[in-house]
């Protein structure tokens, strides 16, 4: 079985929660990492999200401690949504 990463930056506008945090984080860019596995059967390639973790603090916070928090896609959507609307 195949299994790719995919890293890719996501930003907020102003500060958010996610459930996943003892409190709201400030707004910025946060690194994104996605782990993958290959469906296998199909007649075409195919992958299934297995992990979903955000890096904390954002890239441009210096000075603190990184840390990775594994997150719910459905979770970060609704997050990076409502953001948008603010």
Not at 21 to 34: I, N
Not at 37 to 55: K, V
Request: aromatic content about 8%; glycine content about 4%.
């Amino acid at each position: 079985m195949s299994v790719r990463t995919t890293e890719t930056t996501v930003t907020f506008k102003h500060p958010f929660a996610l459930p996943s945090f003892d409190g709201p984080q400030p707004a910025g860019t946060y690194r994104l990492v996605m782990d993958e596995e290959e469906i296998l059967g199909l007649s075409f390639l195919a992958f299934r999200r297995t992990a979903t973790m955000l890096h904390i603090p954002a890239i441009s916070i210096s000075g603190h401690p990184n840390q990775v928090f594994p997150v719910n896609s459905a979770e970060l959507t609704a997050a990076l949504e409502a953001d948008a609307r603010a």
